[in-house]
């Protein structure tokens, strides 16, 4: 059964630090992955990734795919207060005609 | 065009009762799906159109659920006889399918509380 799981489940650091969660997958004939970041209310998109080693990035969030190992990163430097989340990694494999397998979210919090 | 347009935001209803939702795409979208999300989890599938056209329900969806789109632009989603494990987040989101991509595009939500 496909899946995707997220890691940590959550995670709390000082603004300031840099930070680095995890999505990995386990997707039948993988289409692309998708980055969303969700406050209080519904998820805003963030990053389409298609290929391997190919960073996206916008502002101080970037992202990652390794398509070998089967895992993407998304990377948030210098951390602000308004970075609380929780971040959404989906995957869109290729049959699936383009439904999106969703991970449980990492809740990240960031303390002043 | 503001978005994807949900209503109402928060419901509260007994059990028992029947509720329905409504979501408004983004107008050139031709797809829509609705998900349904509680604390802690990513959003689960419910069901999506593309244009007026049910092309999948989860199969977790029981026969209270159902969901139109009659036009191919809003839709509703109708939870009947409501169970307090109905509670949770509906969420709405649209998408322009094409170029090999399928970004989603959310609603704000409508909060179920059944009591």
């Known amino acids: 059964e496909d899946k995707v799981v997220q890691s940590p489940l959550s995670l709390v650091v000082h603004e300031g630090d840099t930070v680095t969660l995890n999505c990995s997958y386990e997707?039948?004939?993988?289409?692309?992955l998708l980055w969303y970041k969700q406050e209080k209310k519904a998820p805003t998109f963030l990053f389409m990734l298609?290929?391997s080693g190919i960073e996206k990035k916008s502002g101080r969030l970037s992202s990652i795919l390794d398509k070998k190992e089967l895992f993407s990163i998304l990377n948030i430097t210098a951390t602000q207060t308004g970075d609380s989340a929780v971040y959404l990694c989906?995957?869109?494999?290729?049959?699936?005609?383009?439904?999106?397998?969703w991970g449980a979210g990492t809740k990240l919090i960031i303390k002043p | 065009d503001t978005g994807v347009s949900q209503d109402p935001r928060h419901k509260i209803t007994k059990r028992g009762q029947n509720v329905t939702f409504r979501c408004d795409p983004i107008?050139?979208?031709?797809?829509l799906y609705w998900y349904r999300q509680t604390l802690g989890q990513g959003p689960e599938f419910l069901t999506y159109?593309?244009?007026?056209?049910?092309?999948?329900k989860s199969r977790l969806l029981s026969d209270r659920f159902s969901a139109e789109r009659p036009k191919g632009s809003f839709s509703t989603l109708e939870i009947q006889r409501t169970e307090q494990g109905d509670s949770a987040m509906y969420l709405c989101?649209?998408?322009?399918?094409?170029?090999?991509?399928?970004?989603?595009?959310f609603g704000a939500g409508s909060r179920l509380t059944v009591l």
């Open positions: 989101a649209s998408s322009l399918l094409s170029s090999g991509a399928n970004v989603l595009t």
């Open positions: 107008s050139e979208h031709n797809r």
């Open positions: 159109f593309q244009n007026e056209a049910q092309l999948e």
């Open positions: 997707v039948t004939n993988f289409r692309s």
């Open positions: 298609t290929s």
């Open positions: 989906a995957v869109v494999p290729m049959d699936s005609n383009y439904q999106l397998i």
